[in-house]
């Protein structure tokens, strides 16, 4: 497999580096005595406030030692690009997706290695990637639906220290409707050389737990993660067998290659009328002659299943992505499930501030480990709701569409609302003016601490 021994031998801090810092660091803080913690700690502070921000009390002599904190290798610099050559410096790197991209896993180890500071945790690096059409939207809530999309995807990586990029540019003039992302995605792997993984996530899908993390330590052996089953892949031969909408990949040279096979069967080839035909006669419970990214991606599984399969990973664990119609039933059991784990759990019910949330959804996790169909769907895909063009299909009312996603929103943002202190009471209400405080209980005085 060529990527993880790219990430895992060549990225590793610990093969590369023997400067004890980056080591520490990679391995997260629990490696670290409190002497790097405290020095962390002092150089974001210093970083970030301005000389004129007086909060009452030193955090830091500004003079006293920031060249310290420059050279200790920790944190990352945001600042510093030097002259070395890489590959942004070759004139023949293009970002289009018609110029395939050779040597990348080269490529993007030399640049890692003139840019150390982001060795530190570069192989969990994660960029989510996002987005919609150019215009305006059709449906007249359209554009607000695709905003509370899109706020609950800031959410979701401010919690958990992504980056994201939101796209609403066909990147090739051809690529558009689903299509679309895999420009995207490419240009997306060449802009962050620093990340080890792309993640695209569709414009209607909605993170419906805020606390879960990918597991990437099940996918290090993977280059690419989708939501699918392989007997339908390979017994069934259904172009649902798999979701493209939600997907990670890889940034490696795998996945260039993938990319380029991938689009070539899309709008941007001359065999793209042919591409649909073929995809027709493959699957048939295909209804709609257009080849689709979907049943293109299927495709190169099934027919190709030596070079691909052992590649992707198929999660089937846990709501990767799901559908909604599948799973917005269950929200107001699940958030009582929640509750009732809570009531018993005062650690659960401590107050604190959104970015030390990590250690709370990790240990919740250890409580939920027994936890059936009743725990959060990880994401919810409002997969044939088309939000946008208001074109949803005709299996479900418009309005039952809005209506659930409304549901699904306040779901959401309920579990983000609470770090600001409140919440909405009812999830299918949509004033502000039900919003409510949330009540916290604090240890009674013979309790002791937390
Ligand atoms: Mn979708």
Redesign the pocket.
């Known amino acids: 497999m060529v990527s993880p021994k790219l990430s895992h031998s060549q990225f590793s801090p610990m093969a590369k580096l023997r400067n004890l810092s980056f080591w520490c660091f990679s391995d997260g803080l629990l490696n670290c005595g409190g002497v790097f913690l405290a020095i962390l700690l002092v150089c974001s502070f210093w970083s970030f406030l301005t000389p004129t921000l007086n909060l009452g009390f030193s955090i830091t002599e500004p003079s006293s030692n920031p060249v310290e904190c420059k050279e200790s290798g920790i944190g990352v610099n945001l600042n510093s690009d030097p002259e070395d050559h890489t590959f942004y410096d070759d004139p023949e790197m293009s970002y289009s997706i018609e110029k395939p991209v050779k040597d990348w896993d080269e490529k993007r180890r030399e640049w890692l290695k003139h840019h150390p500071w982001f060795a530190a945790g570069a192989s969990e690096r994660i960029v989510l990637v996002t987005g919609s059409q150019p215009k305006p939207c059709k449906n007249p809530i359209g554009d607000h639906l695709l905003l509370r999309f899109f706020k609950n995807k800031v959410d979701y990586c401010r919690i958990h220290g992504y980056d994201i990029f939101y796209n609403n540019l066909l990147l090739h003039p051809k690529m558009d409707s689903y299509w679309a992302k895999l420009p995207v995605v490419k240009a997306a792997m060449l802009a962050h050389p620093e990340a080890e993984w792309i993640w695209w996530v569709?414009?209607?899908?909605l993170f419906t737990d805020m606390e879960f993390k990918l597991p990437l330590e099940r996918y290090k052996d993977h280059n690419l993660v989708v939501h699918g089953w392989p007997n339908l892949i390979y017994k069934s031969k259904s172009w649902t067998s798999l979701n493209a909408?939600v997907f990670l990949i890889r940034n490696c040279q795998w996945s260039m290659d993938l990319i380029k096979t991938w689009s070539n069967m899309g709008p941007m080839s001359k065999d793209y009328k042919k591409w649909g035909q073929i995809q027709r006669s493959t699957f048939k419970d295909k209804l709609f002659p257009d080849s689709d990214d979907q049943s293109a991606l299927v495709y190169l599984l099934y027919k190709e299943k030596e070079k691909y399969y052992g590649h992707v990973y198929l999660e089937a664990e846990f709501y990767f992505q799901g559908y909604w119609v599948e799973i917005v039933g269950g929200y107001e059991n699940t958030t009582e499930r929640y509750l009732e784990i809570e009531r018993g759990v005062r650690k659960l019910r401590r107050r604190h501030a959104e970015k030390v949330s990590e250690q709370y959804g990790a240990f919740r996790e250890e409580l939920l480990k027994e936890a059936g169909s009743w725990r959060r769907p990880f994401i919810t895909?409002?997969?044939g709701c088309q939000p946008c063009s208001g074109d949803h299909n005709q299996m479900y009312s418009g309005e039952s569409c809005w209506n659930v996603m409304l549901k699904a929103f306040n779901f959401a943002d309920n579990q983000v609302l609470r770090k600001y202190g409140f919440l909405h009471p009812d999830l299918q209400d949509s004033s502000t003016l039900g919003l409510t405080e949330v009540p916290f209980d604090y240890p009674a005085a013979d309790e002791g601490p937390w």
Request: charged letters at 25%; hydrophobic letters at 25%.
């Open positions: 569709d414009s209607d899908a909408g895909h409002f997969t």
